[in-house]
Structure formats: C-alpha cells, structure tokens
C-alpha cells in the first residue's frame, strides 16, 4: 500500500529564507506528483505537477524535483515571503485516474 | 463563481443524524472527486465520478457513506447515521476530463459530529 510522509510537518523561516520541503513515497510505481498548497479554511490549490517520466518543475519562486527510484520529492522555494505561509501537501497517483494520495502535510510559516 | 463550490461550508450533526453535502463542480467538467481530511492529515480520497457513472468507490470507509452524481454535474455526499470519527472536512474537487490532470478543489464542508 502506498504510503506518503512528509518532513518536516511544520517550519517556521524568516522572511528571505530559501528553504526544501521533503516528501517520500514508499511505491516507486508512480504516475505523476503533485504538490499543492492549502489556505486555512480554504480548499487545495495545485503548485507544481512532475509526471513520472520528469525530474524536476519549476515555477518561479518553486521548484520540485522528482526521484522516483528512491521515492522522494523536494519542493525547494527561494527567497521565501509571508504569503507564502500555508500548509503544503504532496500527493501521488498511483492508479493513473488522478486519485491521489496525499501527505500529511508541512505547515510554513514565514516570520516578517 | 467559476470555481468549484461546496455547501454547506459548515455542518453540526448530532450522532445519529443523516447528513448531505453538496458539491457544484466547474461546468462542464466530467470528472469530479470526493476526499475526506481529518484535522492535520491530509486529504484522503473517497470516490470518483466520470459524469454520472461512479467509477471507483474503494475509499469510503462504511456503507453509511453514499455518493451520487444522477446527471453528470451537481454532486451529493451523504453520510448516514453520522458518528464522530466522521467529523472532518470533506473536500470536492473536479477536472476537466479523464486525461486532464488538474483538480480544481472546492473550499470544503466542515462536519462536525456531537
């Protein structure tokens, strides 16, 4: 059965700090990860998507990488902001139809 | 709105009680999801619809759980005989079609069981 962790589950940076989320998946058999970002009281909203054949995505300040024979992803963002405090969820599909499985979740805060 | 909308967005239940959640998809989009999120955990997936047929299912936890989407658009999550471990929020989201790989989700209901 797949299984998604993610590391750290919170952070807290200074504003301007780079910094890497890590997230691990213990099935290799990938389709495709996402990362999404969640809003307090707010539904998800989709960051950065890797198909299983690509390493790495990158838009703006993000940046994900992909390495699906250790089952790890990284989402490295740069020159963090308070806006960008939330919580941030990896997901994978496993079956091919978009049915994700997702982390737990890190939970980010930038101090100002 | 274009976005995808959920209602109630906050439901108290008391044990016992049948509850129905809704949720208004993007128009024209075929494939719409159930997940369900317990507090700090992440969304777990419940059921699946393309247009009307529900194609996967394997994710709701009880048979007090019920799913339909009777003409391919509005979608209705129906708990019965709610019980506590069921509170959480319950999340929609809905994608163009089946290759499409972006969801659009919906805010969320929370449910609250007493």
């Known amino acids: 059965k797949q299984e998604v962790t993610q590391i750290p589950a919170a952070l807290s940076v200074p504003e301007g700090e780079n910094l890497v989320l890590n997230c691990s998946f213990t099935?290799?058999?990938?389709?495709?990860l996402q990362w999404f970002r969640q809003d307090p009281g707010k539904g998800l909203t989709s960051l950065l998507l890797?198909?299983?054949?690509?390493r790495e995505q990158t838009s703006g300040r993000l940046n994900a990488s992909l390495d699906k024979s250790s089952g790890r992803s990284t989402l490295y963002i740069a020159a963090s902001q308070p806006g960008d405090s939330a919580t941030y969820l990896c997901?994978?599909?496993?079956?091919?139809?978009?049915?994700?499985?997702f982390g737990t979740g890190t939970r980010l805060k930038v101090l100002a | 709105g274009a976005g995808v909308s959920q209602s109630p967005r906050y439901k108290v239940a008391k044990r016992g009680q049948d509850v129905a959640l809704r949720c208004d998809p993007i128009?024209?989009?075929?494939?719409l999801f159930w997940y369900q999120q317990a507090l700090g955990q992440g969304p777990e997936f419940l059921t699946y619809?393309?247009?009307?047929?529900?194609?996967?299912k394997s994710g709701l936890p009880s048979d007090r759980f019920f799913a339909e989407r009777p003409e391919g658009s509005v979608s209705t999550l129906k708990i019965q005989r709610t019980q506590q471990e069921d509170s959480a929020v319950y999340l929609c989201?809905?994608?163009?079609?089946?290759?499409?790989?972006?969801?659009?989700f919906g805010p969320g209901t929370r449910l609250t069981v007493l």
């Open positions: 890797i198909q299983s054949s690509q």
């Open positions: 128009s024209g989009h075929v494939s």
């Open positions: 099935d290799s058999a990938i389709y495709n």
């Open positions: 619809f393309q247009n009307e047929a529900q194609l996967d």
């Open positions: 989201a809905s994608s163009l079609d089946e290759t499409t790989v972006e969801q659009f």
């Open positions: 997901a994978v599909d496993t079956s091919g139809t978009y049915k994700y499985i």
